[in-house]
């Protein structure tokens, strides 16, 4: 069985779904977005801080790009992930459509492979989309000065990040296997993330805060300060990190690749077990 | 295909319980049993969507599901298709799975075979439930298989699309040499098309053989007629007294329903009848049909 021709077939279904396609269509806008408010801001006379706006932003054609970034990856584009991957699998589970394909000679990580597969060729897709466009529309509007690594190497870190969400996403959707299922679950645990984060943060701060006679906490407490970069949000928010240069622990990584392997490990052996409605 | 000792269970229930049953190459196994009976939980467990808690199923003598599957087209249940995209796609989708790289010869091929070539560009989702079997028969076809296995294929069809299902199968089995594999509730069907039968009931197999097996089982492998007379009382009362003869119930048209056993025959019962005086008015052999046999063996 060839591997290309199940991602053939499963990159062809995914991207016949309208809201691939919708997705599409949204990556395209916000690079076309990005740059036009990067524009008006910084031809604005908006003072912030006693500063003028205007004179801080820094307008150029990888800023652009960075700014369609930064409003790709405030969850919008994760939403579609989480939508396409729920129903990519969940969804023709409930459908029946997945017991179509498994009475065909073909493995169930075999599959699942061609599905996370098509998923990576989508959000390459949008990203690929997003970043010309929005380079393009910066350059005419800019010029090309300004930070073309960090930009790119943001671009490449939303692919991984995303990516790694996928696999997470299938994981909890094998386990669910509802598409309101795995939508709800990723939210809770998005949520429950965030909170976790913040929790840390602000601990840690009052920690620090605390004359050193005070500040008698378990060393417990400690490794948990330390395990912020290993949180979802601090993973998959590779993209925006790498975009403006910010030198990313080795520990930021592990959790990334954690999230991608362990998703995908979970996923491959939950639907191996399972029966097939 | 063989099938030794298989067993799935749902929770504390047991759907299919030490299942053995063989399809031989050329068969058209009609696979019987009244609902709920674990047809499709054992037709699941066949081609790989459930695991067996036990037993073990082999097709070609391939015991590894996913290589199994190579050369065995299913229809499994309600079929179910990507609505948005068209049958052709959905085909092409499913050739795509069977690591056919250019199926187009193909698709055109199980098309014209189920007659849906003209509507393949439709959306699947427009298909009636008769398109829809069809496109599913022809997906099961992808590929050449040399084992088709097909639960309930003429199931919501209106009576003209159930006769050409029945024929494609009958088609499939005698011209291009596939052996079928069918689950179905309609023993007419069955009858009609099958050479060997197995009947399910409550997850066990009741009863397997040749359809002429099947009929001939038991005790009225000796014979049944159906009998009336003017004087129905003197009817029930002769039959009663005669060693071999034993009242069935009511036949068609309110005629007495008698199995007659060796020694007596047919010919033995009228004249025994005739003997105490009985005004016989009409006395029909009775074939006993395959729906006859179901119903004593599932109760």
Redesign the interface.
């Known amino acids: 069985?060839?591997a290309l021709?199940?991602l053939?077939?499963e990159s062809?279904?995914l991207l016949?779904?309208?809201s691939a396609r919708l997705g599409l269509v949204l990556a395209a806008l916000l690079g076309i977005v990005g740059p036009l408010l990067l524009g008006t801001l910084s031809g604005s006379a908006i003072v912030v801080n006693g500063a003028d706006l205007g004179e801080t932003l820094q307008a150029n054609a990888p800023m652009a790009a960075r700014w369609a970034l930064s409003l790709r990856d405030f969850w919008i584009m994760q939403a579609f992930v989480l939508l396409l991957v729920s129903q990519s699998f969940a969804g023709e589970l409930q459908?029946?459509?997945l017991?179509?394909?498994?009475?065909?000679?073909?493995?169930r990580s075999q599959v699942l492979a061609a599905k996370l597969g098509a998923m990576a060729l989508w959000i390459g897709l949008t990203l690929a989309l997003q970043y010309a466009l929005s380079i393009g529309l910066g350059a005419v509007l800019f010029g090309t000065d300004g930070a073309w690594r960090d930009v790119s190497l943001g671009y490449v870190g939303s692919f991984l990040s995303d990516l790694s969400f996928a696999a997470f996403t299938l994981a909890v959707a094998t386990l669910v296997r509802s598409v309101v299922g795995t939508a709800v679950g990723m939210l809770l645990f998005i949520v429950f993330s965030k909170l976790l984060g913040w929790a840390l943060f602000l601990a840690e701060g009052a920690a620090n805060a605390l004359p050193p006679e005070m500040n008698q906490l378990p060393q417990a407490a400690y490794w948990l300060f330390a395990s912020q970069p290993m949180l979802p949000s601090a993973a998959w928010g590779l993209g925006g990190e790498l975009a403006v240069g910010a030198d990313l622990l080795w520990v930021t990584w592990a959790a990334w690749a954690l999230y991608l392997l362990g998703g995908w490990a979970v996923a491959d052996r939950a639907f191996a077990?399972s029966?097939?409605p | 295909m063989e099938v030794r000792g298989l067993t799935h269970r749902f929770g504390a229930r047991v759907a299919v319980q030490s299942l053995d049953l063989t399809v031989r190459k050329g068969d058209v196994y009609g696979f019987l049993g009244p609902n709920g009976a674990g047809k499709t939980t054992a037709m699941?467990c066949m081609?790989?969507?459930?695991?067996p808690h036990q037993g073990s199923v082999q097709i070609f003598g391939e015991g590894h599901p996913?290589?199994a599957?190579?050369r065995?087209g299913?229809m499994?249940?309600?079929?179910?298709?990507?609505d948005?995209?068209s049958g052709r796609?959905n085909l092409?989708?499913?050739a795509?799975?069977?690591?056919l790289?250019d199926p187009h010869a193909e698709l055109d091929r199980v098309l014209d075979r189920v007659g849906l070539r003209e509507r393949a560009l439709d959306k699947a989702g427009a298909y009636s439930l008769g398109m829809r079997q069809r496109l599913s028969i022809a997906?099961a076809l992808l590929g050449q298989p040399k084992l088709l296995l097909l639960d309930e294929p003429t199931n919501g069809l209106d009576p003209r699309g159930m006769h050409e299902v029945r024929q494609l199968v009958r088609s499939l089995a005698l011209h291009d040499g596939i052996t079928v594999f069918l689950s179905t509730h309609l023993l007419a069907e069955v009858q009609a098309i099958c050479n060997r039968v197995g009947i399910l009931q409550k997850g066990r197999l009741q009863a397997e053989g040749t359809v002429e097996e099947l009929l001939a089982r038991g005790d009225q492998a000796d014979g049944m007629v159906e009998v009336s007379s003017s004087d129905p009382a003197a009817l029930a009362a002769a039959v009663a007294a005669l060693p071999g003869a034993e009242a069935k119930g009511e036949g068609t048209q309110g005629r007495l329903r008698v199995i007659v056993q060796a020694p007596l025959d047919v010919p033995g019962l009228i004249a025994g009848l005739v003997e105490r005086g009985v005004p016989l008015t009409s006395v029909v052999p009775q074939r006993r049909s395959l729906e006859d046999v179901f119903l004593e063996l599932t109760g």
């Open positions: 069985m060839s021709l199940l053939r077939a062809v279904k016949s779904r309208r459908a029946r459509t017991r179509e394909d498994l009475v065909r000679p073909v493995g077990w029966d097939i | 699941r081609v790989g969507l459930l695991r996913v290589r599957r190579a065995l299913a499994i249940e309600t079929p179910a298709f990507h948005w995209m796609d092409w989708l499913s795509c799975y069977l690591g790289p997906r």
